[in-house]
């Protein structure tokens, strides 16, 4: 099974496999992280302006050509991401996408991508999820050579 893809994510504990802007309601209120995928692997068409808030009163959005150049081609996962409470934080990710004033700047870049709309998101229950985060970054550096695309360090 060829590692970053739905299955293998499934493999490793991953659920829901949901819509971002539908999965407040079936996201456990428990610590883990959770990844970001858009489903096709074909090079994306990107937004000038922003579908995220504008947060402290800064604009999310960047060059297109800056944006070009974080893409991660043929990757599935677009961002990866912990919390404390996930259902919390996926909300909170989710309110950003729609415009809305919420503390979720990392992850940013997902919200100029045309399809944003159809990213869906998964996420898996873990006690230390600031260091599950970090080895799951750290393994998709190994395989792809750099960080996922909405993943700014």
Known sequence: MSEWTVDWLKGIGFEGFVRVHRARASVPSVPGTYVVLREPTSDPAFALVSQGGWFKGRNPAVDVDQLAAKWVPRAQVVY???GSDLR???????????????????????????????LTVAWRRDGEPTQAEAALLSRFVARHGR???????
């Open 80 to 82: 990866i991401g912990q």
């Open 147 to 153: 960080l996922p695309f909405a993943n700014l360090r």
């Open 88 to 118: 919390r934080r996926i909300s909170q990710l989710s309110r950003y996408g729609l415009g809305n004033r919420v503390g979720h700047w990392g992850g940013r870049y997902l919200w100029q991508l045309d399809d944003c709309a159809d």
